[in-house]
T-cell receptor
Framework: GDSVTQMEGPVTLSEEAFLTINCTYTATGYPSLFWYVQYPGEGLQLLLKATKADDKGSNKGFEATYRKETTSFHLEKGSVQVSDSAVYFCALSDPMFSGGYNKLIFGAGTRLAVHP | KAGVTQTPRYLIKTRGQQVTLSCSPISGHRSVSWYQQTPGQGLQFLFEYFSETQRNKGNFPGRFSGRQFSNSRSEMNVSTLELGDSALYLC??????????????????FGAGSRLTVL
């Protein structure tokens, strides 16, 4: 079945450091890919998305490129801030497998801690 | 516009009891999905409702059920609570179900969740 694998955390960085969080996926069909972020005590917020191969999603300085050849969707940011400290989830929707676009399959999440 | 509203935010129950959680989607959104978040299993899909009909269901026992009302508000119910049901239950709403939205990929908007503790 479909699955998403993320690098384990926590990831600890100093402010202004470069961030990469790895995400790979297995899917039956042609999935859409997402990154969601969860701040302490809150629900999930969509960070960015990509719907087809070679698409690049971007938002708030974060970027991720849909790589079909490597089945990856790694999250990157050139210069992190303390306010980026949160848990990041990679996810996919694969309607060919799941029967609908609103069923997301999530990775385990990666906790990011940014220190001043 | 108002976001997805979940109530209650926190609740404590004992084993064997039942619980009902409520979700009010963003105005105009007709699809409501529910997810369970636990430290051990992560985020798992429970079910999705659209136009008062269950459209999709995850791999959970029959103790977990839900419904949707004509105003798109949704409730989920867990009967005969077990310790393992302790979790953050997240509700998400979307404009459509089953088809891609205008952006090419359905975007789910999540609520802050209802944190259930079973003692």
């Amino acid at each position: 079945g479909d699955s998403v694998t993320q690098m384990e955390g926590p990831v600890t960085l100093s402010e202004e450091a470069f961030l990469t969080i790895n995400c790979t996926y297995t899917a039956t069909g042609y999935p859409s890919l997402f990154w969601y972020v969860q701040y302490p005590g809150e629900g999930l917020q969509l960070l960015l998305k990509a719907t087809k191969a070679d698409d690049k999603g971007s938002n708030k300085g974060f970027e991720a490129t849909y790589r079909k050849e490597t089945t990856s969707f790694h999250l990157e940011k050139g210069s992190v801030q303390v306010s980026d400290s949160a848990v990041y989830f990679c996810a996919l929707s694969d309607p060919m497998f799941s029967g609908g676009y609103n069923k997301l399959i999530f990775g385990a999440g990666t906790r990011l801690a940014v220190h001043p | 516009k108002a976001g997805v509203t979940q109530t209650p935010r926190y609740l404590i129950k004992t084993r064997g009891q039942q619980v009902t959680l409520s979700c009010s989607p963003i105005s105009g959104h007709r699809s409501v999905s529910w997810y369970q978040q636990t430290p051990g299993q992560g985020l798992q899909f429970l079910f999705e409702y659209f136009s008062e009909t269950q459209r999709n269901k995850g791999n959970f026992p029959g103790r977990f059920s839900g419904r949707q009302f004509s105003n798109s508000r949704s409730e989920m119910n867990v009967s005969t609570l077990e310790l393992g049901d302790s979790a953050l239950y997240l509700c998400a709403s979307s404009l459509v179900a089953g088809d891609r939205d205008y952006s090419g990929a359905n975007v789910l908007t999540f609520g802050a969740g209802s944190r259930l503790t079973v003692l």
